[in-house]
């Protein structure tokens, strides 16, 4: 009988698995800084790294109080989150239709996703705000929210059409077998089973959407990289603030990835 050493914390063996990716990165991060600082240093910039600060909180006479850019990352996140979980929910109708076998339903969801995704997303920011803006009385905020979610709902009903073709054709025998219905079939054999296929590319997009809500700063949605072109018209700043918003966005799609990375080695245990 062979013995089997206990598996380390998922924590544990998340960075202990990454110690070269997170050389690499760190080395690829510290070529970039050195040459943005030499050229800075070639054209006299001033550097005034200390004025920074500010922009994330400051204290006042009436206390704590947040500043410009933390105001900025929540209203990225809030857009986010909010066109984040409506694209996974027209990406799941889109994907459905394309699978239900039906020609009219399996027709308008090839013709959406043809359209959207042979479509500039700068366009269709365009096309929501100042076409379908002023007909159904949207605001800036939500034409941003739609945008996106229609946007990114064409690249994720491919990932849950993936994900759902991936799951082995005996499942679904089996479902039908014991008298399930196909919505039955998917609500508790298949889309369980699904989602350790989808975990991978479905972080990818919402990290990718994280990046994308940076677009919607051209129709001057107060979001983080709109508050970054602000305050460097007022201040002269590019350099730090491009750095430090460049830098929020990081550590916040970091965070994401490695949260999700933990999730998806649990499921791959279990």
């Not at 500043?67 to 929540?74: D, Q, Y």
């Not at 298949?190 to 129709?219: D, H, Y």
Request: one cysteine or more; aromatic letters at 14%; proline letters at 4%.
């Amino acid at each position: 009988m062979t013995y089997t050493p206990p598996k380390a914390p998922a924590m544990a063996r998340f960075f202990a698995s990454t110690p070269v990716s997170v050389v690499i990165y760190l080395l690829a991060v510290g070529a970039v800084a050195y040459s943005a600082y030499s050229g800075s240093q070639a054209m006299g910039y001033n550097w005034q790294w200390y004025r920074v600060p500010k922009y994330f909180y400051t204290f006042t006479t009436d206390g704590f109080q947040w500043g410009e850019i933390s105001i900025g990352l929540v209203k990225t996140l809030v857009l986010s989150v909010k066109a984040f979980l409506l694209a996974v929910v027209l990406g799941i109708a889109v994907a459905l239709l394309r699978l239900s076998g039906l020609v009219v339903g399996s027709a308008m969801a090839t013709v959406f996703l043809e359209i959207v995704r042979n479509t500039p997303l700068l366009v269709l920011l365009y096309l929501f705000y100042y076409v379908l803006g002023p007909i159904f009385d949207l605001d800036r905020f939500t034409a941003s929210i739609l945008c996106l979610a229609v946007y990114h709902a064409a690249l994720i009903s491919e990932i849950f059409r993936a994900a759902i073709n991936a799951v082995p054709v005996g499942q679904w025998e089996g479902a039908k077998s014991i008298g399930m219905s196909t919505g039955q079939a998917y609500r508790y054999i298949v889309l369980p089973q699904s989602v350790r296929f989808m975990l991978p590319p479905l972080t990818g997009e919402a990290v990718n959407l994280i990046k994308s809500s940076a677009i919607v700063s051209v129709i001057a949605v107060a979001e983080l990289t709109t508050i970054g072109r602000n305050i460097i018209s007022e201040t002269y700043m590019s350099f730090e603030i491009w750095f430090t918003i460049a830098a929020v966005y990081l550590v916040v799609t970091l965070f994401l990835s490695v949260g999700v990375s933990l999730v998806e080695r649990r499921y791959a245990d279990k």
